[in-house]
């Protein structure tokens, strides 16, 4: 797509692009204009340098904060990059902080270029870690609930310890960054501490401590869960795929077509698929991670619930994916990740029961956002205890892997050991919150 129907469009709605943020007339890389009622579109316009996967990079933060990106336009002469994205919350019970989002979109923007324009931009250093304690006593829903606060707090979660003691207490520890990087401040401590007591009562205890030396645990999957769970090309006949929700049967209909005679410069890539959950990110992930850059882009939703998606893209050398094999290649890995972008199964250990999620780590070692908080929703609104929870790491078909473990109670109103149709109840349930199915 031309620069110049990005520019049209944009202009259209009160946003001009230029030769760069003098030309733009704003004073701001990000600048949004907010919905005038419920239902309608967030307006995010992001003009600043550009940098190898920032597109994705940007999806994720928004996917982050509870969006869904219904429209999107995107162009870039490889210097600067002018980005235009429609949003709304998934849900009305989603209270999204606008002005966090866009300095966390601010942050984002590169500053290796000289920038008299920006000079509040400066690139985000790695992250603190730090160690919430948590002690309570259990009731159903008490892990989602931690979870939101956390969500609405903008606390990241990448590392979780749960488990329940003999006489029903509950210790969670959370191994979390703040996207705010201001949890070493006593004010931000104090807004966590009365938010968590606020929703789980005063009997609850929190601490929050420096984790100093932290690094991601890796998980020890049995070596038949580990080859069925991280399998390449999954079969609707495999255990975790039994219950496909319409969503992904449709899914598996998208198209992806190569056209090398459009443009002399790029191969238009189109994708014609089911609207999911995180599935602009899972695209540009895929973009990213195979060192495919993307000059211009367009994505809209249509009213059945189908998304049509348009790249001009090059490869890492600058010239045209013209070779059959390659776009089979990137084809073949752009069809898994939309249909399988996150990996559900559920397993008896003895009279136990044990729930595993999984889903692929960026190249850049990031992990997709908000999969421990759709876990604990679905599991929590199906009215099931969770004993113990850990996040890991999984490295298997060259790759790693974010693995989430939930250790299921079982119950005499939601039996789970000699329950196939319940066990099924779970992963679809589980699966379908993840892609966006219910919220």
């Known amino acids: 797509m031309p620069v110049g129907e990005v520019a049209a469009r944009s202009a259209a709605g009160g946003m001009v692009l230029g030769g760069g943020a003098a030309a733009a007339g704003v004073e701001d890389a990000v600048v949004m204009q907010l919905a005038n009622a419920e239902g309608q579109d967030t307006v995010i316009t992001i003009n600043c340098p550009d940098q190898a996967g920032l597109g994705c990079d940007l999806c994720r933060t928004i996917l982050e904060f ?3 990106i219904t429209r999107g336009d995107v162009s ?8 235009v994205f429609w949003v709304v919350p998934r849900s009305p019970s ?3 902080r606008w002005a966090n989002l866009k300095n966390r979109l601010m942050s984002m923007c590169p500053s290796s270029y000289a920038m008299p324009f920006y000079p509040e931009i400066t690139q985000p250093g790695p992250s603190q870690f730090y160690l919430l304690k948590l002690f309570s006593a259990d009731r159903k829903g008490l892990l989602h609930d931690v979870t939101h606060i956390l969500s609405e707090l903008e ?3 990448h590392r979780v310890k749960v488990s329940t003691t003999p006489d029903g207490r509950v210790i969670d520890l959370f191994f979390i960054t703040d996207g705010m990087e201001l949890l070493h401040t ?3 401590q104090e ?3 009365s938010m968590l007591m606020a929703t789980l009562g005063s009997s609850v205890s929190c601490e929050i401590l420096l984790a100093e030396g932290f690094q991601q645990g890796f998980s020890s999957l049995p070596p038949t869960i580990s080859e069925e769970l991280f399998r390449f090309g999954l079969a609707d006949s495999d255990s975790c795929l039994k219950s496909l929700c319409a969503e992904m049967k449709k899914m598996q209909k998208a198209t992806i077509n190569f056209d090398n005679c459009l443009s002399p410069a790029h191969t238009l890539l189109q994708i014609n698929c089911a609207d999911q959950k995180g599935l602009l990110y899972d695209i540009l ?3 990213k991670d195979c060192s495919i850059q993307v000059t211009y882009g367009r994505f809209w939703s249509d009213n059945k619930g189908f998304r049509e998606v348009d790249l001009f893209i090059k490869q890492a050398d600058g010239k045209k994916v013209i070779d059959p094999e390659k776009q089979d290649a990137l084809s073949s890995r752009l069809r898994s990740e939309m249909l399988h972008p996150l990996r559900v199964m559920i397993v008896n250990r003895g009279p136990d029961t044990e729930l595993f999620v999984a889903n692929p780590v960026e190249l850049s070692g990031k992990g997709r956002p908000r999969v421990f908080y759709d876990a604990t929703f679905a599991l929590k609104a199906l009215g099931i205890c969770i004993f113990s929870a850990e996040i890991g790491r999984q490295f298997a078909s060259e790759r790693q892997w974010e693995v989430y473990r939930f250790l299921l109670d079982d119950s005499k109103e939601f039996p789970l050991a000699n329950s196939l149709v319940n066990r099924n109840r779970v992963v679809d349930r589980v699966r379908r919150t993840l892609l966006g199915c219910f919220n």
Not at 76 to 83: L, N, P
Request: net charge positive; aromatic share 12%.
């Open 66 to 68: 509870g969006l869904r």
């Open 76 to 83: 870039t002469d490889g210097h600067w990059c002018f980005v």
């Open 94 to 96: 989603i209270k999204v």
């Open 155 to 157: 606390l990241l979660i």
């Open 186 to 188: 006593k004010e931000r």
């Open 191 to 193: 807004e966590t501490y």
């Open 285 to 287: 992930r895929t973009m």
